[in-house]
């Protein structure tokens, strides 16, 4: 494995660890066993490590989100995606655990963040049609605008939840509680194949 790439994972290990504000490169370094200097050839700074995570997260997430328009679906395939995209997130969960000031401080992150909750979203909406298109759902279109905001959020900012309560960060929960959030605008069968999926991840 190349240099470049060993320093992202090991970043990635302590920044899920510790937080990132709590970690400098020296620690990241230190980690490796590696000089500063050597860390610095491949980053000048924190800053560009954790774009970089970013963007290697975005890439992994980008295939997921252009589901494709003529597979037919059921509620085991929506359980699929979300399952897909709990599991990323978790992988790179520091970035969701002060998301405003990273946003903030990091402005081109900012920007990719937005144009990736406008594919999640896209990619939601499209999966609900999906599901439309085949008569199993039940909600007219507002209150599916709604379900895309409520699983967004969830999906957002569920793990994080789970630290501030002092519970262990557990993402078969988010999946149960977006599937619930899903099941209730579903017709049956589907509505108790997506709660069965649901209770399958507690």
Do not use: W
């Not at 990719?112 to 896209?122: D, Y």
């Amino acid at each position: 494995m190349k240099t470049r790439e060993r320093i992202l994972d090991c970043a990635l290990i302590l920044f899920n660890h510790k937080g990132e504000p709590n970690v400098s490169t020296l620690e990241i370094a230190n980690e490796m066993g590696i000089s500063p200097g050597n860390l610095y050839y491949h980053f000048h700074g924190k800053d560009p490590l954790i774009l970089a995570l970013f963007e290697r997260l975005d890439d992994e997430l980008t295939p997921l989100l252009d589901p494709p328009d003529d597979a037919p679906l059921a509620a085991e395939d929506y359980g699929l995606f979300i399952h897909l995209i709990v599991e990323r997130m978790a992988q790179y969960r520091f970035l969701f655990q002060d998301l405003a000031n990273l946003a903030r401080r990091l402005p081109k992150l900012g920007r990719g963040l937005r144009e990736l909750l406008n594919a999640l979203k896209r990619a939601l909406a499209a999966l609900l049609a999906g599901l439309a298109a085949h008569n199993q759902l039940l909600s007219d279109t507002r209150a599916l605008g709604q379900l895309v905001e409520q699983v967004t959020l969830t999906l957002l900012f569920a793990l994080d939840y789970q630290r501030v309560i002092n519970r262990k960060a557990d993402s078969g929960v988010v999946v149960y509680q977006v599937l619930m959030l899903v099941a209730p605008h579903l017709r049956e069968p589907a509505r108790e194949a997506a709660q069965d999926l649901a209770l399958s991840y507690l």
